[in-house]
């Protein structure tokens, strides 16, 4: 992730912390009016819900493959593909309509996942004024926030966290993980394959394109018994008791694609994305198969009126082998970007690279919401997850939109 993304560290995208932030300290109060206090519906806007939208474009996408992509994934063509076409990544796809992710059977081997790394850049908060540290600076206008060591979640997960998985991916630098959580669909109630992650997962922003070879596990490890060199398996049933789900489709921001960084900047402040996915054999939906979808908090208060938030993903940077899942919880703090961007959410957190993109959520009214991903960290102290408002809402439904 950029700070907690699992990418590349040249082709992911970005976080450093001034995090990720190489803009300069702000007052930190536009964008942060504390929101609506009720979850918005999965079709209606939040008020308040988010400001400093930049140019307030989506990346929707359309529908057509990019040029040297198998479209007929049989014969020559998978071969080909299968045989190393993929790594050709000289004319790297970066539109939104050209995201591509052709399905090849048993690529993502025991040796590849095991193989498949989580860097990112080192973030440092900021001060509580006008930032310090080497680099990039950030804003922190309620202070620092205090290390909390990250807990292993209890096996089985899909008892104590059925929406959360691992997501795997190939970039230009070889294979990446990142978290995931599925996330419900207005589109297909009770039928949801989306799947909620951050943009750095997918796209690795300016000067980059779509990640390929995408792919979901949720309840990765599920028993939380086995560490990353003894999975021989990856469709054993203690390691993919769902099956492994593959991306047909990917929505992030326009801004993350076009101004996402590996040294982080405020396009951060939107880098999250949803993805659509469809499993390898069978025919219900991930919903149907989990039993579990969280439901997606649009304008959910500012971080620094959240008292109880938790934060989950599977960390692969040493002490951590990204076999395993954690968490840490407690009260937020405002990590801001920029004066136009709104200020993201900030928890004391030692998950690192591979939890990015994994879920934040909260509880309102007896009910659990998907609010922010893992998106920055400085891989020690703490974590940073947008705030999701009307931008990232427009990014979720056009997903859901594309399969209605």
Not at 202 to 214: P, Q
Not at 349 to 372: E, I, K, Q
Request: hydrophobic share 35%.
């Amino acid at each position: 992730m950029p700070s907690i993304r699992s990418r590349t560290l040249a082709a992911a995208a970005v976080v450093t912390a001034a995090v990720m932030i190489t803009t300069t300290a702000c007052d930190g109060k536009k964008g942060d009016d504390g929101a609506s206090a009720r979850p918005s519906s999965s079709t209606q806007a939040g008020k308040g819900a988010d400001t400093g939208q930049g140019d307030g474009s989506v990346s929707v996408g359309g529908y057509k493959l990019p040029a040297g992509i198998p479209t007929d994934l049989s014969g020559a063509a998978l071969d080909k593909w299968r045989n190393g076409g993929w790594k050709d990544y000289s004319d790297w796809a970066s539109k939104a309509e050209d995201f591509a992710n052709p399905y090849i059977k048993d690529f993502w081997t025991p040796e590849k996942m095991a193989a498949a790394k989580a860097s990112i850049p080192v973030a440092q908060a900021g001060s509580t004024s006008s930032g310090s540290g080497g680099g990039a600076t950030s804003y922190l206008p309620d202070g620092r926030v205090a290390k909390q060591t990250a807990a292993k979640v209890k096996g089985t997960y899909h008892h104590y966290a059925p929406p959360v998985g691992k997501l795997f991916f190939s970039s230009p630098e070889g294979g990446m993980v990142c978290s995931a959580a599925v996330v419900t669909d207005p589109a297909h109630p009770g039928k949801s394959n989306l799947v909620w992650t951050a943009g750095h997962c997918v796209h690795a922003g300016k000067g980059g394109g779509w990640y390929r070879n995408i792919a979901f596990v949720p309840s990765y490890n599920n028993n939380a018994n086995l560490g990353s060199r003894q999975i021989t398996d990856p469709r054993a049933k203690a390691v993919s008791p769902y099956g492994i789900w593959w991306a047909d489709w990917a929505t992030t921001s326009s801004q993350w694609m076009k101004g996402g960084a590996h040294t982080g900047n405020a396009a951060s402040g939107y880098d999250y994305a949803v993805l659509h996915v469809k499993p390898e054999s069978g025919g219900k939906s991930l919903q149907e198969r989990l039993g579990s979808a969280l439901p997606v908090w649009f304008g959910a208060p500012a971080a620094n009126k959240v008292k109880s938030m938790k934060v989950r993903g599977y960390p692969a940077e040493a002490p951590y082998d990204g076999s395993k899942m954690y968490d840490c919880h407690g009260a937020t703090k405002r990590f801001v970007l920029a004066s136009n961007v709104p200020a993201q959410f900030m928890i004391g957190c030692t998950m690192n690279g591979g939890a990015s993109g994994g879920p934040w959520f909260m509880s309102h009214n007896g009910r659990t919401y998907l609010v922010s991903n893992n998106s920055l960290s400085d891989r020690k102290t703490f974590i940073t997850g947008p705030r999701l408002g009307e931008n990232a809402k427009q990014v979720y439904l056009a997903t859901s939109r594309k399969f209605n």
